[in-house]
């Protein structure tokens, strides 16, 4: 850039120049022809105009040259002017104000090089080179450059080459300008699409790249890598029972903690909802996904105690390997996925990988959501009835109603339906259809045979998520007619781990209005004894499993002692003992011994179609043989 200074310079110059070259001609004039008076007048008179026309020419010049400095001074654009012969380097005040640097910093390509970012000299050559070929018909780059201060500011820079008769560049002009703050914005932009708000890891666009590159570079070098599909159990039940900032935080939590803990080599991205994926670059054998899989399941199901309360989650994990599995991302992760769905079905907090065999069992695990979206509709549900005999006496104590779907004369257990039930939500409509029709039975049998022991339905705990569950319940019981001690609820330990909020409440609120709870599956889960004390629950019963093992020759002594202290512990709490699944008689005696007081099980009767059941227990009160 020029100075004002270098401007009228150059134009005085140019006058002294014109004038001398004028008065040399006279001169000549006068020396080879001689003149008299009137040609020196005419002379001097003609040399005065051509003086004044160049000063007057010489003052609009300057002037030009002046508002092109200001507008230089005064633009927001840094100018440049650059002789790409001899590389030197012309920068206008403002280019340099935008750097930082003094006057005259920066004389050739050479110190204009030096300062641009490494990872962009090599686009900003090819820019500047194509452009001087030809090929271009401006110069355009957008690069980073070294400010005064060290940091790197974005600049875009913008130019046009000044070519002889031959298209040779002998000249370059062009201006630059700071777009650091746009960059800056374009770069938080790019980070928030590719990045999840809540947790600050990658989300699932970035991972769809993550995955194509880490492919890519497995193939190169023919390296396994592992897709790890991580859920979170019963997340669903915390967002709904803790509210969703609980929810929230306990995500983050996880987030961090994983993050922290990960093996080399791997990457974490939130997939959505309670859903991560670590993706295993280099992983040699299956086996070294598995190790590393298994201690991120510990690592989740390690209590977060710096949340308002101490917080319980596990999670299941499902791994896909590349190439083993699948080729390709989008199949790696729907594998990852079925494998995760397995992991789940065999009760959460595990790990599981993926196999052939998984794809035939999702197929018809869809195809039985499909069936049991119509079971209802289509009358193919009924209920069933098991007796509860008083362990002493024989005598009837109550009844549990169990659920039974027949589609197409084939009778689907239980054990299969319910849980896609749950997992559909499918649960809420069914869970009501078994309280009408238990409420119907019950009335029905009344009006047969008169007052009639308590009937025991099943709630999944997947029916406290919504809100006012007892009262509808009870308003059901209200709207038959029935006392509420004509029902008895049935519900697992799951129920209740996560029962700080709402299910607990539900549960106080149907032992007040009368109707008794049972604790289903006793010793199944993890709720230790003494938890039991704070429970509203009025019935335990002890889970089918210890009761095998009564009789059993190895596990005898264990378990007798166990299902003892069991009762002998309920019995101090004031709790009803209900033996589930006595199948022999050896077993009820054992039961006796032990004081147990109702017992369950084939050996008494099999759960029994209404009329069946009512024939046996109800028309004529039997005792036990
Ligand atoms: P549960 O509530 O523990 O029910 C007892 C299960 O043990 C029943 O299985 C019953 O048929 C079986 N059982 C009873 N005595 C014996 C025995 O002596 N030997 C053997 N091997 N089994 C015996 P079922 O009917 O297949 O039900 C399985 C589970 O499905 C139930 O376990 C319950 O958790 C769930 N379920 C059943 N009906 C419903 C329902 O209406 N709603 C909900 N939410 N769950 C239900
Ligand atoms: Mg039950
Ligand atoms: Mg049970």
């Avoid at 005419?42 to 300057?62: C, D, H, I, N, P």
């Avoid at 069933?384 to 005999?389: I, Y």
Wanted: proline residues 4%.
């Amino acid at each position: 850039m020029f100075t004002s200074e270098q401007n009228s310079s150059c134009h005085q110059r140019l006058g002294l120049i014109a004038s001398l070259i004028a008065l040399l001609a006279v001169s000549a004039w006068r020396f080879i022809v001689g003149a008299d008076w009137l040609v020196n007048m005419l002379l001097a008179f003609t040399l005065s105009g051509v003086g004044l026309l160049l000063w007057f020419e010489w003052r609009k010049l300057r002037r030009v040259r002046q508002a092109y400095d200001m507008a230089m001074l005064a633009a927001h654009d840094g100018f440049w002017e650059w002789n790409p012969i001899t590389k030197e380097l012309r920068t206008g005040s403002r280019l340099l104000e935008i750097l930082g640097y003094q006057h005259d910093f920066l004389p050739d390509t050479h110190a204009w090089l030096k300062l641009v970012h490494p990872d962009d000299v090599a686009p900003y050559n090819k820019a500047v080179a194509e452009h001087l070929k030809g090929k271009t018909t401006y110069f355009y780059c957008e690069y980073r450059v070294r400010a005064s201060n060290g940091s790197y500011i974005w600049v875009a820079s913008r130019g046009i080459a000044v070519r002889d008769r031959r298209g040779r560049a002998y000249q370059m002009v062009g201006s630059v300008i700071d777009i650091t703050q746009q960059r800056n914005h374009q770069e938080t932009m790019e980070f928030l699409a590719q990045h999840d708000e809540l947790t600050g890891l990658p989300n699932r666009l970035m991972l769809a790249e993550k995955l194509s590159q880490a492919i890519e570079e497995a193939k190169k070098n023919g390296l396994r890598l592992a897709v790890c599909f991580i859920d979170l159990d019963r997340f669903k039940n915390i967002n709904d029972t803790l509210g969703h900032r609980a929810g929230d935080q306990l995500l983050q939590n996880v987030a961090q903690r994983v993050v922290a803990n990960l093996p080399a080599n791997c990457q974490l991205f939130r997939q959505g909802g309670d859903e991560f994926i670590v993706l295993m670059n280099s992983i040699p054998v299956l086996s070294t996904a598995l190790t590393a899989a298994g201690q991120l399941r510990e690592l989740i199901a390690t209590p977060f105690s710096s949340l308002s309360a101490d917080f319980f989650t596990s999670a299941s994990i499902g791994i896909s390997l590349f190439p083993d599995d699948a080729v390709d991302g989008e199949t790696l992760l729907k594998n990852a996925d079925t494998a995760m769905y397995e992991a789940k079905a065999a009760g959460g907090n595990a790990v599981r990988t993926h196999t052939p065999q998984m794809n035939q069992r999702l197929l018809s695990r869809v195809t039985l959501e499909t069936q049991l979206r119509s079971a209802l509709q289509n009358n193919e549900m009924s209920l069933h009835f098991q007796a509860q005999v008083d362990a002493a006496s024989g005598c009837l104590t109550g009844a549990e109603a169990l659920l039974r779907w027949h589609h197409h004369g084939q009778a689907i257990p239980p054990d299969q339906f319910i849980p896609v039930a749950e997992d559909t939500g499918l649960i809420i409509s069914i869970g009501d259809w078994v309280v009408d029709r238990a409420i119907a039975q019950i009335l029905e049998w009344r009006h047969l045979y008169g007052d009639i022991p308590p009937i025991a339905i099943n709630l999944s705990p997947r029916q406290f998520w919504r809100p006012a569950l007892s009262h509808q319940v009870l308003r059901k019981l209200r709207a038959a007619g029935l006392p509420t001690s004509a029902l008895e609820v049935e519900v697992t330990e799951s129920v209740l781990l996560h029962a700080e909020a709402g299910s607990l409440d539900e549960l106080e609120n149907f032992r007040e209005s009368g109707v008794r709870i049972a604790l289903d599956d006793f010793g199944t889960g993890y709720s230790s004894l003494s938890y039991l004390r704070r429970l509203p629950i009025n019935i335990l019963k002890i889970d089918r499993s210890f009761i095998i093992d009564l009789t059993s020759p190895k596990e005898s002594a264990t378990s007798q002692a166990l299902v003892s202290a069991i009762i002998a512990m309920a019995h101090s709490l004031s709790l009803k003992v209900i033996a589930e699944g006595v199948e022999t008689p050896e077993q009820l005696g054992c039961l006796q011994e032990l004081k147990c007081d109702v017992i369950q099980g084939y050996l008494i009767s099999r759960p029994l179609p209404p009329a069946e059941f009512s024939a046996k227990f109800l028309v004529d009160r039997k005792t036990l043989g």
